[in-house]
């Protein structure tokens, strides 16, 4: 249980620290890291054009997509007992970029960002 509890707050922090690059990635959106300008190049200042999926709900979209990130990172440490730490941790790390990219292609398409 211990090793459960370590390996989610570690995938939650990392997933936290990195999920606006992460938009930047999925949307090219402009938004940059928290330690440097943050949504403050982010496409949703531009009075025209695209704006990015997840800060055009004020954060929301970002909540909504993280939620299901740990989600899954809980699931697999917490309902995956029987595996050892390392893949345990593997799975998780990896949660962040798999279910982050479903979340954000379903948001993404449904607000039609791409089209």
């Known amino acids: ?9 570690l995938s939650v922090v990392l997933t936290c620290a990195f999920i606006i690059d992460f938009c930047a990635v999925v949307y090219g959106c ?13 496409n949703i200042h531009n009075p025209t054009g695209k704006h990015c999926p997840w800060c055009t709900h004020g954060g929301s979209g970002f909540v909504i997509g993280a939620l299901g990130i740990f989600g899954a990172q809980g699931w697999f440490c917490f309902g995956k007992r029987t595996w050892g730490w390392p893949k345990r941790l593997l799975a998780s790390l ?19 960002y791409w089209s």
């Open 94 to 112: 990896l949660s962040f970029p798999v279910v982050g990219t479903i979340a954000a292609v379903i948001v993404g398409l449904w607000q039609g």
């Open 30 to 42: 402009g938004c940059q890291s928290w330690w440097k300008a943050s949504a403050d190049h982010c």
């Open 1 to 9: 249980m211990r090793a459960g509890i370590i390996i989610f707050v």
